[in-house]
C-alpha cells in the first residue's frame, strides 16, 4: 500500500519538468482579458491568498497568454505543486480557475543501512529540508551523492531505494541502502617504471594487495587512492632524484562477479637528477657549514671532488625537510622575519645521455631578531596571572624562541588545571612595528576539586568504605590540599595533607601531612596496625634547572604492631617489632620533565631519596633507607587531532626502581614488599606480598613466616606500550620484572620474577582507576611447584 503511493507520488511530481495550461477556447490566447475573479481548486496545504500571491495574476487587470504562461512557471517555481493549470471562462471580463496538484510535505528524511558516509553530508550538500515539500531534483541528487561518496568510501556497487511512509506531518522519506562489498584490491600493477620494481612501489602506497593475512586486507578507499597518486608516489620517486616524475593515468577495473578489482598505474619517470653543488646565501647569523650540515653530512665527501657518475642522487624530500628545519632553527633564534627561499637548478646534460645534475640553493633573508615586548595571560578566571606565568620558558626582553614559546605552553597544560587547547586558540603572536611581538597565551579552566567516595575491597584489606576531597588547585594559586578517609572492619585511615609549591610568591615549596590509620592484614597474617604521626617536607630549585627541585624533610611517626607472626623470633626482637617511633629527616633530588599529564607521553621523571632514621634523632632504630626510581616516556606516534580535536597518542615508557636499607631496621613496614599493585612495590600478575627473598611463596602458605616475606632491598623495572585516547583514558600492554632480597648484599638484578598483560586506566570525578590483567610466569604453589598464571587488579589512586 505504502509503495504504491509513494509511486504514485513520484509519479505525479515528475511532471513538474513539463508545465502546462488548460483554456476553455482557443481564441483567448489571440486577445487579452480581463481578470473578473479567481477561483483555487486542488490545494489543502496553500492557501488560496498565497496561491494567487505566487502566480501574480490581479483582479481588475489585462493579461495576455504570455502572462498566463509566466504565472504558471512561478506557480511551480515555488516548490509547492507537482502540477499546475489556468483555465479562463469565455468572454472579457473572465473567471479564471487555477487548478493545482500540492506535492506532499517531507516531515522527515530518514536513512537505513548507510554505515560508511554521514547522512549529514548528504542532507547538506542536497539541500533536504525537514518540513518542506518533495522536490524530486533534490532526492535524484542525494542518491547521485550516496552512490558516490559510497565508491570513494570503496563501495562500488551500492543499491539504494526510496520509500516514502505516512508519518505526523506529512511523510518520512527513508533511504534504503545497501551498501553492498567493500571493493578489495587483488593486484597493483605499474606501466612505465624501468627504475623500480612493482613491489617497491606499491611499498610506497597507502593503497594495498589482498593478502593471505587479515592485516592485508587489500581495501580501496579513494582519497587514499588519490593521495598515492598525487603525493606518495612522486615524493618515493623524488627522494631518488627522479623530481619530473608524474603519474600519466590510472585505472580501476573490477569483476562484477567478484567485486574484486586490480589497479593499473601508468608513471613517467623522466630523468634520474644527481646532486651536483649545493650552496646557502644570505646566511649571517649562522655559519654556512652548520646550515648545509642540515642536508649533506658534514663528513659527506665534497661534491666538486666526485666523478659525476658518483654524485648522490638529489633527495627532494630530505631538501625540503630540512629547508624546514632551517626556517625553524631561525625562529628559535628569534628570527621570525627569516625567510629561506629554497631553489633547485636543472644543469641540461653536457652531452647526449650525460647525467642530470642540479644545484640546490638556500637563498635567506634574515632580518633583524624579535623581541618579546610582553606576555598576556587571557582565559583564567580562577588561577592567578603569576601561578601560570612560573611555567613560562619566554619572558618579556627576551629573544623570541618559538621551541621556548612550545614548551611553555607544554607547560601550562601539564599543570592539569585547564583544558587542551588546539594551538591556534591556545597562542596568538602579533608583530609590532619596530619588529617585536607581543604573545597572548589563553587557558580555559576547568574543574580541578575531586570529592571522592565510595567502596573498594582487596585481599589485602578487604571491603572499605571512603570518602575524600582533592583540591590542587587552592585559592587559584596552585596549593594542593587533600582529606581522605578509607573506613572499614580491617582498615581505619584518616590523611590531611596541604602543600604550597611557592612560599610567599618565592620558589621555595612546603607540605605537611598529618596522618592516623588502623589496618588489620588478615590474608597472610601481617596482624593489626597503627600508626599516627605527620610529616613536613621543604624544597627549593637546584641551580636554577626547570623541574629539578631539592627536599628536605622530617617525619616522625608512632606504630604499634599486635598479632604479627613471630615464628623463630626473640622476645627482645618481638617487643621491637610491635611498637617503635620513627624519627626520619630525609633528603629528596627530583627532577621531573614528563609532558602529558596524569598520563604521560614524553619526558622523563627521576628521583633519589635519602632518609635517615633513628640514632641521634631519637626513637626506635638506627638506619639508612635510600632508593631510586627512573621513569623515561618517548612519544612514538599520533592519530589524528585537528582545530578542535587531540590526537590519539602512542608512548613507550620505561621504568626502573631501587632501593637499600642499611643499618638496624626494627619496623617490619619499613621493609620492603611486593606482589600486587597496593602494598609495597607493584609487580603485577602476583598477588599482594607473594614476592619474598625466597622466591614466590603463596598468600595461603601458613607455614611461611610473614617476617620472611619483606627484604630490606629490591628492585624492579616496568617496560610498557601505551596509547592515550584523551586526557582521561590510557590503555597498555606492559612487562613486569622484579624482586626483593634479604640484605642490600644479596642483590641480583638477573634473579628477576616476570609478570606481563594489559592495562587500563581511566580519570573519574572520584578518581583516577585502573584495572590491570597480567599473567605472571614465575608463579609456584604451596608445594614451591611451578604454577603460572593469570590475576587481575583493581587499582585505586595509583595509577603507574
Known amino acids: 500500500m505504502i509503495r504504491r503511493l509513494l509511486v504514485a507520488i513520484l509519479a505525479v511530481a515528475a511532471l513538474a519538468g513539463a508545465p502546462r495550461s488548460l483554456f476553455a477556447q482557443q481564441d483567448t490566447a489571440a486577445s487579452n482579458v480581463v481578470v473578473d475573479s479567481i477561483v483555487v481548486r486542488g490545494n489543502h496545504r496553500v492557501s488560496d491568498t498565497r496561491v494567487i500571491e505566487l502566480s501574480h495574476l490581479r483582479k481588475g487587470e489585462s493579461v495576455s ?31 479564471f480557475f487555477i487548478e493545482v496538484v500540492e506535492r506532499p510535505v517531507v516531515a522527515e528524511y530518514a536513512f537505513e543501512g548507510l554505515q560508511h558516509v ?40 551500492p543499491r539504494i531505494d526510496t520509500a516514502m511512509v505516512v508519518a505526523p506531518g506529512g511523510y518520512r522519506l527513508v533511504f534504503r541502502v545497501d551498501e553492498g562489498p567493500r571493493l578489495a584490491i587483488t593486484s597493483i600493477s605499474f606501466e612505465g617504471d624501468s627504475s623500480f620494481s612493482d613491489a617497491q612501489l606499491r611499498s610506497a602506497m597507502s593503497t594495498g594487495q589482498e593478502g593471505f593475512l587479515w592485516l592485508h586486507t587489500g581495501e580501496f578507499r579513494h582519497d587514499e587512492f588519490e593521495k598515492d597518486l598525487r603525493e606518495r608516489l612522486p615524493a618515493f620517486y623524488a627522494e631518488h632524484g627522479y623530481i619530473d616524475m608524474s603519474v600519466a593515468g590510472d585505472t580501476v577495473l573490477v569483476d562484477p562477479r ?102 640546490a640553493v638556500w637563498n635567506i633573508t634574515e632580518g633583524e631578531p624579535a623581541y618579546v615586548h610582553k606576555v598576556t595571560i587571557t582565559g583564567n578566571t580562577y588561577t592567578h596571572d603569576y601561578v601560570i606565568r612560573q611555567q613560562l620558558g ?78 590542587p588547585n587552592l585559592f587559584g594559586e596552585a596549593k594542593s590540599g587533600h582529606f581522605r578517609w578509607l573506613f572499614g572492619g580491617r582498615t581505619q585511615d584518616i590523611e590531611l595533607g596541604y602543600q604550597d609549591p611557592s612560599v610567599m610568591g618565592s620558589r621555595y615549596s612546603a607540605s605537611v601531612q598529618l596522618r592516623h590509620s588502623r589496618d588489620i592484614y588478615t590474608t597472610y597474617n601481617l596482624g593489626q596496625r597503627r600508626q599516627t604521626g605527620g610529616s613536613l617536607e621543604v624544597g627549593l630549585p637546584v641551580f636554577g634547572l626547570r623541574g629539578t627541585r631539592l627536599f628536605a624533610g622530617y617525619s616522625l611517626f608512632r606504630d604499634e604492631t599486635r598479632d604479627l607472626q613471630l615464628v623463630g623470633l626473640t622476645p627482645q626482637q618481638a617487643n621491637i617489632l610491635l611498637n617503635g617511633t620513627r624519627s626520619t629527616v630525609s633528603l629528596r633530588l627530583v627532577r621531573d620533565t614528563r609532558q602529558g599529564g596524569l598520563f604521560p607521553v614524553a619526558g622523563s621523571r627521576n628521583e633519589i631519596d635519602a632518609a635517615f632514621t633513628g640514632g641521634p634523632l631519637g626513637g626506635a632504630g638506627r638506619y639508612g633507607k635510600y632508593t631510586v626510581e627512573s621513569s623515561w616516556f618517548v612519544p612514538v606516534a599520533a592519530i589524528g587531532g585537528g582545530l578542535n580535536s587531540q590526537p590519539i597518542q602512542f608512548t613507550a615508557g620505561l621504568t626502573f626502581r631501587g632501593g637499600v636499607i642499611l643499618g638496624n631496621n626494627p619496623f617490619f613496614r619499613e621493609r620492603f614488599l611486593m606482589g600486587g599493585v597496593q602494598v609495597g612495590e607493584q609487580l603485577r600478575g602476583y598477588s599482594e606480598g607473594t614476592v619474598t627473598p625466597y622466591g614466590h611463596v603463596p598468600q595461603n602458605s601458613a607455614s611461611f613466616p610473614t617476617i620472611d616475606r619483606a627484604g630490606e632491598s629490591f628492585f624492579g623495572s616496568t617496560a610498557q606500550f601505551g596509547v592515550k585516547l584523551s586526557g582521561s583514558l590510557f590503555a597498555d600492554a606492559f612487562v613486569d620484572a622484579g624482586n626483593v632480597w634479604k640484605s642490600a648484599a644479596d642483590i641480583n638484578p638477573t634473579d628477576l620474577l616476570v609478570g606481563a598483560g594489559v592495562g587500563v586506566s581511566l580519570v573519574t570525578p572520584f578518581g583516577p582507576l585502573g584495572i590491570d590483567y597480567a599473567y605472571g610466569f614465575d608463579r609456584r604453589d604451596v608445594l614451591g611447584r611451578p604454577n603460572p598464571g593469570w590475576k587481575l587488579h583493581f587499582k585505586f589512586g595509583r595509577i603507574f
Open 65 to 95: 497568454f504570455p502572462t498566463i504562461q509566466s504565472a504558471i512557471h512561478r506557480l511551480y517555481a515555488s516548490g509547492q505543486f507537482a502540477n499546475v493549470s489556468i483555465s479562463v471562462t469565455p468572454g472579457s471580463p473572465a473567471i
Open 118 to 157: 554521514s547522512p549529514g553530508t548528504v542532507r547538506d550538500t542536497a539541500g533536504l529540508v525537514n518540513g518542506e515539500p518533495l522536490d524530486p531534483a533534490r532526492i535524484s541528487r542525494a542518491e547521485e551523492m550516496l552512490g558516490h561518496l559510497l565508491s570513494k568510501a570503496g563501495f562500488p556497487r
Open 258 to 359: 567478484t567485486g574484486k578489482g586490480r589497479i593499473v598505474v601508468k608513471v613517467d619517470e623522466g630523468p634520474q637528477y644527481r646532486l651536483a653543488e649545493f650552496d646557502v646565501h644570505g646566511n649571517r647569523r649562522f655559519p654556512t657549514g652548520a646550515l648545509m650540515s642540515r642536508f649533506r653530512p658534514a663528513d659527506a665527501a665534497p661534491l666538486d671532488s666526485l666523478p659525476r657518475d658518483e654524485l648522490p642522487p638529489f633527495d627532494q624530500s630530505a631538501f625540503d625537510d630540512a629547508t624546514g628545519k632551517i626556517g625553524d632553527l631561525y625562529r628559535n633564534a628569534g628570527y621570525l622575519r627569516a625567510e629561506v627561499q629554497p631553489s633547485v637548478q636543472r644543469i641540461p646534460p653536457s652531452r647526449s645521455g650525460g647525467a642530470h645534475l642540479v644545484k
Open 394 to 471: 619566554l619572558l618579556p626582553g627576551d629573544i623570541y624562541s618559538q621551541e621556548r614559546l612550545i614548551q611553555s605552553v607544554k607547560n601550562i597544560q601539564s599543570m592539569g588545571f585547564f583544558e587542551a587547547l588546539p594551538p591556534q586558540q591556545a597562542v596568538n603572536i602579533q608583530p609590532l612595528d619596530n619588529g617585536d611581538v607581543d604573545i597572548t597565551l589563553k587557558v580555559k579552566e576547568k574543574q580541578t576539586g575531586n570529592l571522592n567516595f565510595g567502596a573498594s575491597a582487596s585481599a589485602v584489606t578487604g571491603l572499605a568504605g571512603f570518602i575524600g576531597y582533592d583540591q
